[in-house]
């Protein structure tokens, strides 16, 4: 079968899929764009993430094409076509094509492009050993909390984590984690206190970050929103990530230093399996 992707109202071969060469995403990065997971069929917190979605294109000022039951016929449909039941569905919306010239086109008609990748979230061996993070300097602009397709920053960071034989990148501000590449930030600390960066324009408002703080409530492991240094996070006895891609990870070593048993912890292997499950019920499907 094909690869289906679809491309300014229509499905279509990805070979067949272009994008014209003035297109402000390739000129300027001028776009966003969202990621959501699919499991058992079912688009994981969906809502939350059209809803960020619409955020980001407000404040960048891109017309949002399509209504939150639009962009959600248009996500199961390209699942449905790509017989994907479990993976990560991306789409992104570009201020269009114009003449380059920085300021915005008078009439220019955004650019919707949206792709699947089949991916086993829930069976990835790194939940059973446990991830290395590196820290590298958080290189990004003032305006984290819009999902900019800009990613260079992120590009070169977990760049530098894979030259080093890790799988992801904590970017740091004035000694304090942001976030990471493309993930939200976790420690937990030895008296068993989650401790996670509280929003703000510095990271990324994540959905998954979002929904395991409620997790986190229900199952009654207290929390804390405040910033946290590398050092703390070296001491920690646990530390894990969350993204849409993965569901929650966990963390087992920090610029090569072993973190807790240098095994998946307690807590974070709770969490995980609490917000598979969330995330895997039909309750939870947004659609
Ligand atoms: N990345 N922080 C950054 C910088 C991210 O790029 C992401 C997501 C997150 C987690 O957000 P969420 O839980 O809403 O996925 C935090 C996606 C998965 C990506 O770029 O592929």
Redesign the pocket.
């Known amino acids: 079968m094909s690869r289906i992707v679809f491309l300014n109202g229509s499905f279509l071969p990805i070979e067949e899929a272009k994008v014209p060469f003035m297109d402000r995403g390739f000129m300027f990065g001028d776009g966003i ?1 969202e ?1 959501v997971a699919i499991l058992e069929g079912h688009l994981v917190d969906n809502d939350a ?1 059209l809803e ?1 979605l619409e955020r980001s294109l407000r404040e960048v000022r891109i017309a949002n094409p399509y209504t939150r039951a639009e962009w959600t016929a248009l996500e199961e449909e390209l699942a449905r076509r790509n017989n994907l039941s479990e993976g ?1 569905i ?1 789409f992104q919306v570009t201020r269009g094509v114009a003449e380059r010239d920085f300021m915005f086109p008078d009439n220019a008609t955004p650019t919707v492009a949206m792709f699947t990748q089949a991916k086993s979230i829930v069976n990835a061996p790194a939940a059973e050993t446990g991830i290395a993070v590196i820290t590298v300097p958080d290189l990004r602009w003032q305006r ?1 909390d819009i ?1 900019s397709i800009n ?1 260079l920053a ?1 590009v070169l960071a977990k760049q530098a984590a894979k030259e080093a034989g890790a799988q992801e990148a904590w970017m740091v501000e004035n000694g304090f984690v942001t ?6 930030a976790f420690i937990v600390t030895r008296q068993g206190r989650i401790v996670v960066r509280p929003l703000s324009n510095a ?7 979002q929904s395991l703080l409620a997790l986190s409530q229900a199952e009654g492991i207290p929390l804390e929103e405040r910033l946290f240094t590398v050092e703390e996070a070296y001491d920690a006895a646990e530390a894990f990530l ?4 993965n569901f929650v990870l966990p963390i087992v070593s920090i610029d090569g230093r072993t973190i807790g048993s240098g095994k998946p912890g307690p807590v974070t292997r709770k969490l995980r399996e609490t917000y598979i499950r969330m995330a895997a019920s039909p309750h939870r499907d947004n659609a």
């Open positions: 764009y990621g993430h960020r990560f991306y984290r999902k990613l992120q976030e990471g590449g493309s993930s939200s990271i990324l408002p994540g959905i998954t970050r969350t993204s849409a891609s």
